[in-house]
């Protein structure tokens, strides 16, 4: 059982992150390729990637087992901040671990070799331990390498299913405040003030004192949050949450090139509709604001949805439609030709 302690100072302090983490991505993905997870959500994806991985991929085998603890400094603390393109830069957050103090290294990798879950004995892990530039090349190398055959094909339509889920989060802040918004994680978090539950496969007690806490939503957490066994003392802690999938998130181009599809698009209705889920809208909201039936906004939603410029995710009573990268780059390149 994982319990989060709030102050009341603590509540004015919550923050969502607002793009995805590469690294916990990383983390958190392939340690669910190594699982025995037989959730239908990433069996195509697990399908596609599993062929990909090779030799280059053994050392992130002993470093992220499919249970267990997973050092603390592959995941490092940058609290959700996106760079100027809205994202997180995947070579500066690998920069980051690489540049990781050697007692850091140390006091991870022994607690790592001394988990049930161990593949290696800590004397394997001695280079990367000692900060042998050799073996941080090696895993740089290895990180980047990951990424690029195993998410990098398939970042936008991540990028818009945490997009989605940030912009529920939004409605449920704005509609109940803090509380609002704690509540709506249920049920993998369970909001009882002034503390915030979650099943947890220990049980911990996590005492914010002031500090905050960051939400960081991660496409492949699974079942139940995440935080760092040691976080920084000074800074907010970072509960990593899972969040909702739609299926078949894999498959499909979703790169909204599809010519036919895009030329469907001609039209004032869609293009308002586009412009208007840049702030994620249900089909209620669309149809109003759009003078059309309830089925209308539907339809529409179908065709920008085919094209892989909208995502349309259920959220028990409604629907809510967000725009997709690919979309956005659209409706952007639309209003600079204007």
Same mark, same amino acid.
């Given at each position: 059982?994982?319990?989060? !302690?709030? #102050? &009341?100072?603590?509540?004015?302090?919550?923050?969502?992150?607002?793009?995805?983490?590469?690294?916990?991505?990383?983390?958190?993905?392939?340690?669910?390729?190594?699982?025995?997870?037989?959730?239908?959500?990433?069996?195509?994806?697990?399908? =596609?990637?599993?062929?990909?991985?090779?030799?280059?991929?053994?050392?992130?085998?002993?470093?992220?087992?499919?249970? *267990?603890?997973?050092?603390?400094?592959?995941?490092?603390?940058?609290?959700?901040?996106?760079?100027?393109?809205?994202?997180?830069?995947?070579?500066?957050?690998?920069?980051?671990?690489?540049?990781?103090?050697?007692?850091?290294?140390?006091?991870? =990798?022994?607690?790592?070799?001394?988990?049930?879950?161990?593949?290696?004995?800590?004397?394997?892990?001695?280079?990367?331990?000692?900060?042998? %530039?050799?073996?941080?090349?090696?895993?740089?190398?290895?990180?980047?390498?990951?990424?690029?055959? $195993?998410?990098? @094909?398939?970042?936008?339509?991540?990028?818009?299913?945490?997009?989605?889920?940030?912009?529920?989060?939004?409605? $449920?802040?704005? &509609?109940?405040?803090?509380?609002?918004?704690?509540? *709506?994680?249920? %049920?993998?978090?369970?909001?009882?003030?002034?503390?915030?539950?979650?099943?947890?496969?220990?049980? /911990?007690?996590?005492?914010?004192?002031?500090?905050?806490?960051?939400?960081?939503?991660?496409?492949?957490?699974?079942?139940?949050?995440?935080?760092?066994?040691?976080?920084? &003392?000074?800074?907010? @802690?970072?509960?990593?949450?899972?969040?909702? !999938?739609?299926?078949?998130?894999?498959?499909?181009?979703?790169?909204?090139?599809?010519? &036919?599809?895009?030329?469907?698009?001609? *039209?004032?209705?869609?293009?308002?509709?586009?412009?208007?889920?840049?702030?994620? /809208?249900?089909?209620?909201?669309?149809?109003?604001?759009?003078?059309?039936?309830?089925?209308?906004?539907?339809? !529409?939603? $179908?065709?920008?949805?085919?094209?892989?410029?909208?995502?349309?995710?259920?959220?028990?009573?409604?629907?809510?439609?967000?725009? #997709?990268?690919?979309? =956005?780059?659209?409706?952007?390149?639309?209003?600079?030709?204007?």
């Amino acid at each position: 059982m994982l319990r989060v !302690h709030f #102050t &009341a100072e603590d509540i004015a302090r919550v923050r969502v992150a607002a793009v995805p983490d590469p690294l916990w991505e990383i983390a958190n993905s392939f340690q669910l390729l190594a699982s025995s997870d037989d959730s239908p959500v990433f069996g195509q994806w697990r399908r =596609l990637v599993r062929p990909l991985l090779g030799p280059a991929d053994t050392l992130l085998t002993t470093l992220l087992p499919p249970r *267990g603890y997973s050092p603390d400094f592959l995941t490092p603390d940058r609290h959700g901040t996106p760079d100027r393109h809205g994202t997180l830069d995947l070579a500066s957050a690998v920069d980051t671990v690489l540049a990781t103090p050697r007692t850091r290294l140390r006091a991870d =990798l022994t607690r790592l070799a001394g988990s049930p879950h161990r593949r290696r004995t800590l004397r394997d892990l001695r280079p990367l331990a000692d900060g042998d %530039p050799d073996a941080l090349r090696r895993l740089g190398a290895a990180l980047h390498g990951y990424h690029r055959r $195993a998410l990098a @094909p398939f970042w936008p339509r991540i990028r818009a299913q945490v997009d989605a889920d940030r912009q529920d989060r939004a409605r $449920a802040a704005l &509609a109940g405040g803090v509380d609002g918004l704690l509540a *709506g994680f249920s %049920p993998a978090l369970r909001w009882s003030p002034p503390v915030l539950e979650a099943d947890y496969p220990v049980r /911990r007690d996590v005492h914010l004192r002031g500090r905050g806490l960051v939400l960081q939503p991660s496409f492949f957490c699974v079942r139940r949050p995440v935080m760092l066994a040691d976080p920084a &003392a000074d800074r907010a @802690p970072v509960l990593v949450h899972p969040i909702e !999938h739609t299926l078949g998130w894999a498959g499909g181009r979703g790169d909204g090139r599809s010519g &036919a599809e895009l030329g469907a698009l001609l *039209g004032r209705t869609r293009a308002a509709i586009l412009e208007d889920v840049v702030t994620g /809208r249900t089909t209620g909201e669309l149809a109003e604001r759009a003078g059309i039936s309830g089925a209308a906004a539907s339809q !529409h939603t $179908a065709v920008l949805r085919r094209a892989g410029l909208l995502l349309s995710v259920r959220r028990k009573r409604y629907v809510l439609h967000t725009i #997709t990268p690919a979309g =956005l780059a659209l409706l952007t390149g639309a209003r600079t030709s204007v």
